[in-house]
């Protein structure tokens, strides 16, 4: 897919045998334009999380300002999707540098802490797996 304008780091989409994996930036329209993205993906997004947020919101963008009793939640929940999440830290040399950690929506959620610091977090892919997606019903 070709992509052009900016932020462009963290939009793609890769496949292997078992999972799916998702730039953060996409936005959830471009992820339903995009051909990558599985057809079944597709409509579990249209059924259940375009009926929450706006299709101009960005999965980075909207996981932060998630509650456990949005849909939204409770499908990311079943879908069993990670995020990767990069965290600036001080390194030994007194330089910033982020660090990488993957996390489930729980843990996102339920982190007040990291609410608070959404602005310097950076989320660059969400990673969902096949037979995650397969077993979830519409």
């Not at 897919?1 to 963290?10: K, P, V, Y």
């Not at 879908?79 to 540098?97: A, N, Q, T, Y």
Request: proline share 2%; charged share 30%.
């Amino acid at each position: 897919m070709a992509i052009t304008g900016e932020n462009q780091d963290f939009k793609y989409v890769m496949q292997d045998v078992s999972r799916v994996y998702i730039g953060a930036k996409f936005t959830y329209q471009e992820m339903m334009d995009t051909d990558e993205i599985p057809f079944k993906l597709k409509a579990i997004f249209s059924h259940y999380i375009l009926k929450e947020v706006a299709g101009d919101t960005t999965p980075e963008n909207h996981i932060f300002y998630m509650k456990d009793t949005d849909l939204s939640y409770m499908v990311y929940r079943q879908l069993k999707v990670r995020f990767k999440l990069d965290f600036p830290v001080l390194s030994s040399k007194g330089k910033w540098e982020y660090r990488s950690e993957y996390h489930t929506i729980e843990e996102i959620v339920g982190n007040g802490q990291w609410k608070e610091r959404r602005d310097e977090i950076v989320v660059e892919e969400m990673v969902l797996t096949k037979l995650h997606i397969m077993m979830m019903s519409l």
